[in-house]
């Protein structure tokens, strides 16, 4: 099969490669993918260049990225119905403590971690749905129901924002939001917020409890954990919750303990690739409903071709994108 490769740490274009290697065989409680689409992520990019906090070199002698992609069962191993072949699924986890990602033609894991996908839903929209996806549902759902609830979708513009902004809105909360510039403003609008605020402008805590007329926001979706720290301690109801993915601009916060403290607000950090076996379930289960009764839409960037992974990945680290990044296998 061809498959994107590395062995060693470095800029994408220096060690990213184009290889034919053996295709997989499925082993017992496994299913052979035939992938289609492969999801890039920013983990992806750090995971390549040696970004990852304490790892000084890769964890395996060869690597495929990436964790997220979608396509077709070809074959099944032991244990697996036979039932399942054929069958269109998303795939989560594909390259979490594993040697062999989503960057490929195939892939060999465990059958839960491909899940069914409606015919209808296009393979790239199946690609978003692992770390974004159940990232964003995660994080507004992962406590429980909110309607009625006031919920702030921080970054509403990005992937996962985009996304926690329709999961949200669909589960009966009023549903906030901060972006920048026109674009990314009125990308989060049409998502469902009823208000989208500029994040880079001042008085940001004053602009959203002028909107709620004072009323504090129940629930925080944060992907700025310590950039906005402060303004979130202003906001945030007694008793409401923060979830945070993310704090790349602050890797370090310090935190306003006691406003949050007198509060009693819990912080909740998600990391999507340890989430509990039922907090899984929920939340594979919930995504797939909204996306097989395409109650979801999806911002997509760019879509390259497999020998094209350089270029995806240098996408990634430039930021400034307006949506997912793929590979088109």
């Not at 974004?132 to 759902?141: R, S």
Request: one cysteine or more; hydrophobic letters at 40%; charged letters at 20%.
């Amino acid at each position: 099969m061809r498959a994107i490769t590395y062995d060693s740490f470095g800029p994408a274009r220096d060690v990213l490669k184009l290889e034919d290697i053996p295709t997989p065989s499925p082993g017992p409680g496994e299913v052979l993918v035939r992938l289609h689409a492969s999801g890039v992520n920013p983990s992806d990019t750090r995971a390549r260049s040696g970004g990852r906090p304490g790892v000084t070199k890769p964890p395996f002698p060869k690597i495929i990225p990436h964790s997220d992609g979608a396509g077709v069962i070809e074959a099944v191993g032991d244990g697996v119905p036979t039932r399942r072949i054929g069958e269109k699924v998303w795939v989560w986890n594909g390259q979490w403590q594993r040697a062999f990602g989503t960057a490929a033609e195939y892939i060999a894991l465990p059958e839960e971690n491909a899940v069914p996908l409606g015919d209808s839903v296009p393979f790239e929209h199946g690609a978003i749905l692992g770390i974004p996806g159940l990232t964003a549902h995660h994080t507004v759902l992962g406590d429980g129901p909110i309607a009625d609830q006031i919920v702030l979708i921080s970054g509403g513009a990005g992937t996962v924002g985009h996304i926690a902004i329709q999961v949200a809105a669909a589960s009966g909360a009023r549903v906030l939001a901060t972006a920048r510039g026109a674009d990314g403003i009125a990308a989060a609008s049409q998502a469902g917020a009823e208000a989208v605020f500029d994040y880079s402008t001042s008085g940001l805590a004053d602009q959203i409890l002028d909107h709620t007329g004072g009323a504090p926001v129940d629930r925080i979706v944060e992907v700025e954990f310590g950039m906005n720290a402060e303004t979130n301690a202003r906001i945030i109801a007694e008793r409401g919750t923060i979830a945070s993915y993310g704090s790349a601009k602050d890797m370090t916060p310090t935190l306003p303990f006691y406003p949050l403290m007198f509060k009693a607000v819990t912080i909740r950090l998600a990391l999507i690739y340890m989430m509990s076996p039922s907090e899984r379930s929920a939340a594979t289960l919930g995504l797939s409903s909204l996306v097989n009764e395409q109650a979801l839409t999806f911002r997509i960037s760019e879509v390259h071709d497999l020998e094209d992974c350089a270029a995806a990945h240098e996408t990634i680290e430039a930021g400034h994108r307006s949506g997912s990044v793929l590979l088109r296998i």
